[in-house]
């Protein structure tokens, strides 16, 4: 959500966002940890929750491999094929509303990762990104049955912004 050179973090990732404060009792009820993590010093992720409302727990991960590790960043190499083709559809749009490059912006990769504990050794026990963490946006299911549905073109516009960005 927030890479080490960004400015605010991505609005896609930030209205997923929205919803995690409410949920974190109801996990913590049955005995489920959650938090986010991001590459951004702590200071700058403090900030953005601040300036966003949120009260979810929020941790950096700056100057680890944390997030290489779990397919969260990922490096010039491994981006250049899709940045050299010239097919960059609406990434250097989100990558300035992040305050960076396209290279930059898809250093990071939106990740749900799930561990358990169990007898002092920790388990990867669900993994998902891009598409199948869709299910994070809860307003998606609302417009899908609103009389538009998501209404967002063809080709698809992307509308979403930050809760405190819409006019």
């Not at 959500?1 to 913590?28: F, R």
């Not at 981006?79 to 396209?102: H, N, Q």
Request: charged share 20%; net charge negative.
């Amino acid at each position: 959500m927030c890479g080490p050179e960004y400015t605010a973090g991505c609005p896609v990732c930030s209205c997923s966002a929205d919803s995690y404060t409410g949920a974190v009792s109801h996990l913590n009820a049955r005995d489920v940890t959650f938090l986010c993590c991001s590459r951004a010093p702590l200071e700058r992720l403090q900030a953005y929750k601040g300036r966003m409302g949120w009260s979810f727990p929020w941790v950096s991960s700056a100057g680890t491999d944390f997030n290489l590790d779990f397919g969260a960043t990922h490096t010039e190499e491994e981006l250049k094929p899709f940045l050299e083709s010239g097919e960059l559809g609406p990434v250097p749009g989100l990558a300035a509303d992040c305050g960076t490059d396209p290279a930059g912006y898809l250093s990071e990769a939106p990740v749900l990762s799930v561990f358990a504990l169990d007898n002092g050794v920790v388990h990867l026990t669900y993994s998902t990104g891009a598409r199948g963490l869709e299910f994070l946006l809860g307003f998606y299911g609302m417009l899908d049955r609103a009389p538009k549905g998501r209404n967002e073109g063809d080709p698809p516009e992307l509308w979403i912004r930050r809760h405190d960005e819409y006019v």
